[in-house]
């Protein structure tokens, strides 16, 4: 697992009725602060205008066309107000460059033992007023959680954490390709999504027959060196014991099939068809496969839940850890705030305390134990959980969702597959809300709090009409 190496565009504001000296030492500051956070920073220098400040119109056009230069690299943009700062310039330099990537607002506060005209900032008022400006360029733009916050305090730096996942996840959205590997299955109507309506919003979707897929694999030899280096990093992957090798063999082909292809189509993500053709025509669970993918992040859905595994793909933007799709699947006793959730399992090793491969219990009754091994099962390591869940809806002709926060615990539960028991505030109204708006009954989830800046993402930047579950709603 890679992670995103983030690239902020800085705008400085200034107003020379201001001290332009705080303005100098505000350019430092955030500068600094980046760096420390391993971020890079595009920001005029002082070369480029009177302290590498925007202040006017020329300055606000020099600051634009640097971040167009730019444009590939830019994840955000943070303007920071050392001192009230200019409006106009701020939102000019937004307007020409056209980035369309999130945009955070910071104010540097005051101090009340230097509140002289060579010490005051100002910078408390100065925010309303850049807001205000963005609003009527219709620029869509991020505050912080304190109106006026410091660039070294801890707060400013859980700003810029949030921030960064928000720009994440906006750039892993836009654009996104996803893989669809075979049909949906005739029984889960519940998984039906509307590829226009992704398309709308700049998602793609590419579509393979598993017959393609199928067909690819028997034409590999099993010594073929490539499905040997897929079924060598299965066995590295998660133990094996116990497993027929014919069946791992079986599983390293479909590994090594499904990479090139995704590598074909040029997709990030994808969701495959299992239940039950992959097992009855191929004899082996895709389980394994997807796991590691999602071990990787590169986010996989069973059942072809396209918008399941756009939601774990957001997840993961956000936290830069692997999400996981889950059935909301049991009641754990008579506790309203607790939870059984379930797959078969293709959750990723690192949700698990331990995980080993074992064969799909459920399916095994119809289509025979031989042909179902290739699971990955365990108990979910407790900790924080974020989960979410996207939709087309047909009916408006929007994107919709929810996302939330809870945790799983170390309850104890015997059963099959990849198990963990969740605790969620309130859960029981969620869970009126899903049904009472006819959400599907998966869920992606991710060992993280990344509920905000997904809500942020998806609303502010992207349009979507999202739900954002609270213990007081």
């Not at 005029?44 to 167009?68: I, N, Q």
């Not at 109106?147 to 750039?171: I, N, Q």
Request: hydrophobic share 40%; charged share 25%; aromatic share 8%.
């Amino acid at each position: 697992m890679t992670k995103h190496k983030m690239t902020m565009g800085v705008i400085v504001g200034n107003r020379n009725f201001f001290p332009a000296l705080l303005a100098k030492a505000g350019r430092e500051d955030i500068i600094r602060v980046l760096a420390k956070k391993g971020y890079d920073a595009v920001v005029l220098s002082p070369e480029d205008t009177k302290y590498g400040v925007v202040e006017t119109f020329e300055d606000s056009k020099r600051c634009a066309a640097l971040f167009r230069e730019n444009r590939d690299h830019i994840d955000g943009v943070i303007v920071t107000l050392p001192n009230f700062g200019d409006e106009r310039a701020i939102a000019n330099t937004l307007r020409l460059a056209d980035l369309g990537v999130p945009v955070l607002v910071q104010a540097t506060p005051d101090s009340a033992s230097k509140m002289t005209i060579e010490h005051r900032r100002d910078s408390f008022c100065g925010k309303m007023s850049a807001c205000n400006n963005l609003r009527q360029y219709r620029i869509p733009y991020s505050l912080t959680r304190l109106h006026t916050v410091s660039l070294d305090s801890e707060e400013f730096d859980e700003d810029l954490e949030r921030f960064a996942a928000t720009c994440r996840v906006v750039k892993g959205l836009r654009n996104l390709r996803v893989g669809s590997i075979g049909a949906r299955p005739a029984a889960f109507n519940t998984v039906r999504y509307s590829e226009k309506l992704l398309e709308a919003n700049g998602i793609s979707v590419e579509t393979v027959d598993l017959s393609d897929i199928i067909g690819r694999i028997e034409k590999l030899e099993d010594e073929h060196q490539g499905v040997q280096g897929k079924l060598e990093e299965i066995r590295q992957y998660t133990p094996t014991t116990g497993i027929p090798v014919p069946a791992l063999i079986k599983m390293a082909k479909l590994g090594f099939v499904v990479d090139d292809w995704m590598r074909e189509a040029a997709v990030q993500i994808s969701a495959l068809q299992c239940w039950t053709a992959m097992e009855q025509y191929l004899g082996v669970a895709p389980c394994t496969v997807m796991s590691m993918m999602s071990n990787e992040l590169m986010s996989s859905a069973c059942e072809v839940d396209i918008c399941g595994a756009i939601a774990m793909h957001a997840l993961a933007r956000a936290s830069q850890t692997p999400s996981a799709l889950l059935d909301w699947n049991n009641n754990y006793g008579n506790d309203p705030n607790k939870a059984v959730c379930f797959h078969c399992s293709n959750l990723p090793k690192d949700f698990f305390e331990s995980a080993r491969m074992d064969y799909q219990e459920i399916l095994a009754g119809t289509v025979g134990k031989a042909n179902s091994y290739g699971t990955v099962v365990g108990r979910v390591k407790p900790g924080a959980m974020s989960f979410a869940r996207f939709s087309t809806d047909d009916v408006s002709g929007r994107m919709r969702g929810y996302v939330g926060e809870g945790a799983f615990t170390n309850d104890p539960l015997q059963t099959f597959g990849g198990i963990g028991v969740v605790e969620i505030p309130n859960l029981q109204a969620l869970l009126h809300y899903i049904c009472e708006n006819g959400f599907e009954h998966h869920v992606a989830a991710n060992l993280s709090r990344s509920a905000a800046a997904v809500k942020e993402a998806t609303t502010r930047y992207l349009g979507w009409e999202m739900h954002w579950h609270r213990e007081a709603a």
